[in-house]
Structure formats: structure tokens, C-alpha cells
């Protein structure tokens, strides 16, 4: 079993940064893959970012290639998302979960946060 606990988020203006973290508790954490994904409102959840147990494979959206920064600290049993160049549209909150393996699709994951608020103002 596996508790999540995002936190970070924050009221931001646009071009500024936060970051975010995802604090796991469960012996096995570091052998699941995680992933961060934001919902807006009336929007479906979706996909941000991803990395491996081992931090070997990162991924991400192309709409947060270049700005986003996913990292783990395994001895912290954590998982980071640094976000710079923040935009509006970035507004969401933002939830972090983990599976054996990265996957795109939020259903496929295991185990949620209770999410954390992150909003971008012009």
C-alpha cells in the first residue's frame, strides 16, 4: 500500500515557478513508477509528466517539454515536479500517482494524492 501527499502549489504570476512535491509512505515506493497529472476545471485529467522507479525514464506532455522538470529523491521516498515559465493555462490542480511502470493514462495508476491547487495569473 502506498499514501501520497502532494504539495507546493500556489498562487503564481505568469513566468514565475513552483515547485511541486509528492511525499510516498510504503516501504516499496521506489519501485514504482510516478506520475503527475492536472485537472482544470470541465476539463478530463490529464497527463504531465512521468518518471521510472529508477529515474532512468522521464516523460512529458509537449505542452510542458522544456518549462516542467520531474526528479525523484528515493532516500526522501519523494517525487518532484519543478515548474518554471509558468503560464495561465497551466492553471489546475495538479495530483501525483503511482503504478509499476509510466503510463500516460490515469486510469492505469494505483494510487492518488488529494491533489494540490496551482494557479497562474497574467
Known amino acids: 500500500q502506498v499514501q501520497l501527499v502532494e504539495s507546493g502549489g500556489g498562487l503564481v504570476q505568469a513566468g514565475g515557478s513552483l515547485r511541486l512535491s509528492c511525499a510516498a509512505s510504503?516501504?516499496?515506493?521506489?519501485?514504482?513508477?510516478v506520475g503527475w497529472f492536472r485537472q482544470a476545471p470541465g476539463n478530463e485529467r490529464e497527463f504531465v509528466a512521468g518518471i521510472s522507479w529508477s529515474a532512468a525514464i522521464k516523460d512529458y506532455s509537449n505542452s510542458v517539454k522544456g518549462r516542467f522538470t520531474i526528479s525523484r529523491d528515493s532516500a526522501k521516498n519523494t517525487v518532484y515536479l519543478q515548474m518554471d515559465n509558468l503560464k495561465p493555462e497551466d492553471t489546475a490542480v495538479y495530483y501525483c500517482?503511482?503504478?509499476?511502470?509510466?503510463?500516460?493514462?490515469?486510469?492505469?495508476?494505483?494510487?492518488w494524492g488529494q491533489g494540490t491547487q496551482v494557479t497562474v495569473s497574467s
Open positions: 500517482a503511482a503504478r509499476f511502470g509510466i503510463s500516460y493514462l490515469a486510469h492505469e495508476y494505483d494510487y
Open positions: 510504503g516501504r516499496t515506493f521506489s519501485a514504482y513508477a
